[in-house]
């Protein structure tokens, strides 16, 4: 960090910080440490942390001195790659610290400015974020109508322009670090496969436990089949469903809600949408044939035709999985029908089990 390079940037910012802070005292002094600590060094001295905390010592006005220790977080490929990370981080530790006995105190946690100014945020309990608005329709309300009256040339039309958003969006990025931790997300996150399956209430239809842990096990299998996957990072918008899709008039839309760092596998945007065509077909009796079969099939060729990729549908199989875990969860779909539900978890099973995505076997669940 350019402030620890140089000391008297820092000491100044941490000076007018810690004078609103403790009233009547100055910097005297600012000193790197040892990763996550005051360690010193010796044959196991530690040469990388998570940390990187600066010993700060304060004297008031009668010479009186007190010791702290300012931190900040390191970028690393351990979980801490995203900025939110780091923040939830010493949120985390602010919180926590409090909570067990003969632990160093926690006194404020914050955000550096741009300008280097820090900003406290120890009183505050939860965060926020302001956007813009997105005046429309969810795409949704277009597959339910298509569900019950067919496919239009204007439904193909915003298959395309969404196939197309994709193709464009998915620019190729040079870093395995980054795949490793978006197929790990995949796994164990909370909102990737593990913790949507904790997510299940108990017995639910279509979907008991013993299935859930055999499911839940065939993907973590894959986390070392898509190690040879590494070079197909790209950018992604890490949530594309159709309730993240605003339509204006004909193609015009603006996309909701990019997460999981805006990088990752492209494969997990494809299905993220494609889940949705044969989602909303299951409990309509003749949508698959009325139409939604028409976007399942125009959205892969439009996309593949635009970006061709070879090896897709070889990692495809973990990532529709998770999808279909999440909309057949009851938390998200209550009125999901117990054969819809077996359905479309029983696809996702025959597919990791394949080890290959075959898009055009979906048919077979509607006939």
């Given at each position: 960090?350019?402030a620890?390079?140089?000391?008297e940037?820092?000491?100044s910012?941490?000076g007018?910080?810690?004078?609103?802070l403790?009233?009547?005292?100055?910097?005297?002094?600012?000193?790197?440490?040892?990763?996550?600590?005051?360690?010193?060094?010796?044959?196991?001295?530690k040469?990388?942390?998570?940390?990187?905390?600066v010993?700060?010592?304060?004297?008031?006005?009668?010479?009186?001195?007190?010791e702290l220790?300012?931190?900040?977080?390191?970028?690393?490929?351990?979980?801490?790659?995203?900025?939110s990370?780091?923040a939830?981080?010493?949120?985390?530790?602010?919180h926590?610290f409090?909570?067990?006995?003969d632990?160093?105190?926690?006194i404020?946690?914050?955000?550096?400015?741009?300008n280097?100014?820090?900003v406290?945020?120890?009183?505050?309990?939860?965060?926020?974020l302001?956007?813009?608005?997105?005046?429309?329709?969810?795409?949704?309300t277009?597959?339910?109508r298509?569900?019950?009256?067919?496919?239009?040339?204007?439904?193909?039309?915003?298959?395309d322009a969404?196939?197309?958003?994709?193709?464009?969006?998915?620019v190729?990025?040079?870093?395995?670090?980054?795949?490793?931790r978006?197929?790990?997300d995949?796994?164990g996150?909370g909102?990737g496969?593990y913790?949507i399956v904790?997510?299940?209430?108990?017995?639910t239809p279509?979907?008991?436990s013993?299935?859930?842990?055999?499911?839940?096990?065939r993907?973590?299998?894959?986390?070392?089949?898509?190690?040879?996957?590494?070079d197909?990072?790209?950018?992604?918008?890490g949530?594309?469903?159709?309730f993240n899709?605003?339509f204006r008039?004909?193609?015009d839309?603006t996309?909701?809600?990019?997460?999981?760092?805006?990088?990752g596998?492209?494969?997990d945007?494809?299905?993220a949408?494609?889940?949705?065509?044969a989602?909303?077909?299951?409990?309509v009796?003749?949508a698959?044939?009325?139409?939604?079969?028409?976007l399942?099939?125009?959205f892969?060729?439009?996309?593949?035709?635009?970006?061709p990729?070879?090896?897709?549908?070889?990692?495809?199989?973990?990532w529709?999985?998770w999808?279909?875990?999440?909309?057949?969860?009851?938390?998200?779909?209550?009125?999901?029908?117990?054969?819809?539900?077996?359905?479309l978890?029983?696809?996702?099973?025959?597919?990791l089990?394949?080890?290959?995505?075959?898009?055009?076997s979906v048919?077979?669940?509607?006939?």
């Open positions: 960090m350019a620890v390079r140089k000391p940037l820092l000491t910012a941490l007018d910080h810690f004078a609103r403790y009233p009547g005292h100055r910097v005297i002094s600012v000193e790197p440490l040892a990763p996550d600590s005051g360690a010193t060094a010796s044959s196991t001295a040469v990388a942390g998570y940390g990187r905390p010993r700060v010592v304060l004297a008031d006005e009668q010479g009186v001195t007190l220790v300012w931190r900040t977080a390191l970028p690393n490929e351990f979980g801490h790659d995203r900025a990370d780091r939830g981080d010493a949120l985390l530790a602010f926590d409090a909570l067990i006995p632990h160093i105190a926690a404020d946690v914050g955000a550096v400015r741009g280097g100014e820090l406290s945020l120890r009183d505050a309990t939860e965060h926020y302001i956007t813009t608005y997105a005046p429309g329709t969810i795409y949704a277009d597959l339910r298509v569900a019950v009256a067919g496919a239009f040339d204007a439904d193909l039309a915003r298959v969404l196939a197309g958003c994709l193709a464009r969006l998915h190729p990025i040079d870093n395995r670090a980054a795949y490793r978006c197929v790990r995949l796994i996150h909102e496969i913790g904790d997510g299940y209430p108990a017995n279509g979907a008991p013993a299935r859930l842990h055999a499911l839940e096990a993907c973590a299998d894959w986390r070392w089949r898509l190690r040879e996957h590494e197909r990072l790209t950018r992604t918008h949530d594309f469903h159709p899709v605003v008039d004909g193609i839309f996309l909701l809600d990019a997460s999981r760092g805006a990088r596998e492209p494969a945007d494809v299905t949408m494609i889940v949705n065509y989602l909303f077909a299951l409990d009796d003749g698959w044939a009325r139409g939604l079969h028409a399942w099939h125009r892969w060729t439009h996309y593949l035709h635009l970006r990729d070879r090896h897709l549908f070889d990692v495809a199989p973990p529709f999985a999808r279909a875990l999440v909309v057949c969860n009851p938390v998200f779909y209550p009125k999901l029908t117990e054969r819809a539900r077996d359905t978890l029983g696809f996702a099973e025959r597919m089990d394949a080890g290959r995505m075959d898009p055009w048919d077979e669940l509607f006939r």
